[in-house]
């Protein structure tokens, strides 16, 4: 089992930055991969970045040279650092983990972004 703590929402106006914190514990040394996901009002949940253990990171065309994932081992955190925030990004963001043999997916309890225009 994994458990997320995420961190970091907020409200921001167009053009701002923000940062997303998602700490694991529980089964660490499983995880495969790490990333993050959102869901605007009405809409599926999309992903935004992620990050496999020893792979190359993947982004969403939305959010190409905008976001940057990163991770840090050491503290079993992966980070979302957004600028150039449109009103668009407004979502509630969940930290995603995949973890063990058969990968099952973790999810964390999601953190509110809204970007005023």
């Known amino acids: 089992q994994v458990q997320l703590v995420e961190s970091g929402g907020g409200l921001v106006q167009a053009g701002g930055s923000l940062r997303l914190s998602c700490a694991a514990s529980?089964?660490?040394?499983?995880?495969?991969?790490m990333g993050w996901y959102r869901q605007a009002p009405g809409k599926q949940r999309e992903l935004v970045a992620t990050?496999?253990?020893?792979?190359?990171?993947n982004y969403a065309d939305s959010v190409k040279g905008r976001f940057t994932i990163s991770r840090d081992n050491a503290k079993n955190t992966v980070y979302l650092q957004m600028s150039s925030l449109k009103p668009e990004d407004t979502a509630v963001y969940y930290c995603n983990v995949k973890a063990g043999i058969f990968p099952k997916d973790y999810w964390g309890q999601g953190t509110q972004v809204t970007v005023s225009s």
């Open positions: 529980g089964s660490i040394f499983s995880i495969n991969a």
């Open positions: 990050m496999p253990s020893g792979g190359k990171t």
